[in-house]
């Protein structure tokens, strides 16, 4: 039951902390497309808490989309790859 309550606890810190960036980009689009920086340390947090809460064949499958290790991913597609976890979590 305690690691049901750990996943459900992972599963949510991941939720809130896409739904943050999500929020960043939107806000900083509005007034003017501007383009959001996202960094490797932000991709890499979130991209953990998602294996933590057990979902590490997910995190596998969307960094292997962009390439074979997310330190060798172009950062432009950064966002992209939150958007896809943002995809995962609501789906």
Request: hydrophobic share 35%; charged share 30%.
């Amino acid at each position: 039951m305690e690691e049901l309550n750990n996943l459900a606890d992972c599963l949510e810190a991941t939720s809130k902390a896409v739904r943050q960036l999500a929020t960043r980009l939107q806000a900083d689009q509005a007034p003017a497309p501007k383009e959001v920086k996202v960094t490797y340390d932000e991709v890499r947090e979130v991209l953990a808490k998602l294996t933590l809460a057990g979902r590490k064949d997910d995190v596998k499958r969307i960094v292997n989309h962009y390439g074979p290790k997310l330190s060798q991913v172009n950062e432009s597609h950064y966002a992209d790859i939150l958007k896809e976890v943002e995809e995962l979590n609501n789906g």
